[in-house]
């Protein structure tokens, strides 16, 4: 009650052109003021007294601000633990260490925190969790415990756990742990992070460089981030609440004091960036991992890529309108619904598209088994499509909606006929198409994106088996003009992509 209080106050104060002021009264004297009626006509009352405005004390502002933190703090640091590891990892320098992680907390704090010590006979690790249910479950990020043998939990009143891994995600960085106690632990309360505004106050808890339950302030800087390059499935909440190594899998907290996000990542290179999972989506993950210990999503069985502005007119859509498919894996949803390579998803579900994270984000979301409607433009024309969506396989035998990477522009390029035996080596189920042999630095083809190893399907959406069908295509192409290249590039996870390439112009 005293922290809604004080944010009344403060909002009250705050808000542009509000002074207190005394309700008018009936001039002194007149019978209305007697009897008490207000219903006499506006024409006949005498004019309210203006009355003054009252002054504001700013230290009772400052106060009331100061309150409101501190409640959040008092509210909320006994469910804030630090979660320590005992890791599995090898020596320091593994190839396994998480790169992703070094290049946002930079390398002086990753090898601190993160990465054993040299002189250490066994990799340690540290960073911080919240508790969400008195009975022991504590949520955090998989980068905190991953590869972890041994897992202790100290608490507030420095209890120590040991506990016990529940279920991990690593597309979304988040684990659930779980340890017993022998009374109800304080647990956080899980707000709505889908009620979030730019510019609403939020704290951050958790235990930066080892700082017990350490508290930042900061408001919402952006919502619905994208392409930090952290995990697969990103919706970051943007913070500038100061958030250090140590941090990760703290809690970011309204004023209401309910959890809002889990801290995760910042930017190395900048200040006042820090990123958050909203806690809807981790909340969605967690009740999965408690209930079967892994995350089941929907899944397309397709590659996927964003439409440039060079892609953008050879489908008949505008640049970020919808997302492109690349390739449709053989004997997947997406195949037996009839999705084609070329096909531009622009709606799935009745909710538009614009771009890679969308689709990926709610594709997973669909329950396996479910029927939904995609809607796509296949050949400058709308096409409605029902998928029976599949259960996207695990790590170890497929990928996620993959996104491929789409080159920017691009001629210069040696090709050969694909030989039956070079398909072999590259572990190629097809021996049609080009090889690309050679790719000149700086040329157009080398701007578009093809790498020597790359395998030139189509041009301009017609298949290509020689050379001579190459360059009679390409010599079709006019002077600063640009032709759609369908590739397939070898690899563990082999898949097809489209670039564009432009053909010089002409001095």
């Known amino acids: 009650m005293k922290l809604a209080s004080a944010l009344v106050l403060m909002i009250l104060v705050m808000a542009p052109g509000w002074a207190l002021s005394a309700p008018a009264r009936p001039p002194a004297g007149s019978d209305k003021a007697a009897s008490g009626d207000k219903t006499a006509p506006a024409d006949k009352r005498a004019p309210a007294a203006k009355a003054p405005s009252a002054k504001i004390d700013p230290r009772a502002v400052l106060q009331a601000m100061e309150e409101g933190f501190s409640s959040v703090a008092d509210r909320v640091t006994p469910a804030v633990v630090n979660v320590s590891t005992v ?37 340690r690790a540290s960073g911080s969790g919240v508790i969400v249910d008195p009975a022991g479950y504590i949520l955090t990020n998989n980068h905190v415990i991953e590869n972890a043998q041994d897992i202790t939990v100290r608490l507030s009143d420095s209890r120590k756990f040991t506990a016990r891994l529940v279920g991990r995600d690593p597309k979304t960085d988040l684990a659930v742990l779980k340890v017993d106690a022998t009374a109800p632990l304080p647990a956080a309360e899980l707000g709505d992070s889908e009620r979030l505004r730019v510019g609403q106050w939020v704290v951050a808890i958790g235990n930066p460089f080892g700082l017990d339950r350490t508290v930042t302030v900061g408001i919402v800087s952006a919502t619905a981030r994208t392409r930090v390059g952290v995990t697969t499935y990103e919706n970051f909440i943007q913070t ?43 909340r969605a993950v967690m009740s999965q991992l408690i209930a079967r210990g892994k995350v089941v999503r929907g899944w397309l069985g397709i590659a996927i890529q964003d439409v440039t502005d060079e892609l953008a007119g050879s489908f008949g859509v505008k640049e970020r309108e919808g997302v492109l498919v690349a390739d449709v894996m053989k004997g997947g949803p997406g195949e037996a619904a009839g999705l084609k390579p070329g096909d531009v998803i622009v709606e799935l579900g009745g909710t538009k598209i614009r771009e890679v994270p969308d689709l990926q984000r709610r594709v997973a979301a669909v329950a396996p088994g479910q029927n939904v409607d995609v809607g796509v433009v296949r050949d400058k024309a709308p096409v409605r499509v029902r998928v029976r969506v599949g259960e996207m396989p695990s790590e170890d035998t497929a990928t996620a909606e993959a996104e491929m990477e789409g080159g920017p522009e ?72 640009s032709v759609l290249m369908w590739v397939h590039r070898p690899g563990s996870d082999g898949q097809n992509q489209f670039l564009v390439l432009q053909r010089e112009p002409q001095p």
């Open 240 to 282: 500038d609440a100061s958030i250090n190594p140590g941090n990760s899998g703290g809690p970011l907290l309204n004023l209401d004091g309910r959890v809002i996000g889990i801290n995760t990542a910042i930017v190395a290179a900048g200040q006042g960036i820090g990123f958050s999972i909203p806690i809807n989506e981790a």
């Open 410 to 481: 691009g001629f210069g390029l040696q090709v050969e006929p694909l030989a039956p035996d070079t398909a072999e080596r590259l572990g190629l189920s097809f021996s049609q198409g080009l090889l690309v042999v050679d790719v000149a630095s700086g040329g157009p083809a080398d701007r578009a994106g093809l790498k020597r190893g790359d395998v030139i399907l189509e041009i301009d959406r017609k298949p290509v088996h020689d050379a001579p069908g190459l360059q009679k295509a390409l010599a079709a192409v006019p002077p600063g003009r």
């Open 87 to 123: 890791s599995r990892r090898p020596a320091a320098g593994s190839s396994d260490d998480p790169q992703r992680f070094r290049d946002f907390f930079g390398d002086e704090f990753y090898e601190r925190y993160f990465r054993r010590r040299p002189r250490e006979d066994t990799p």
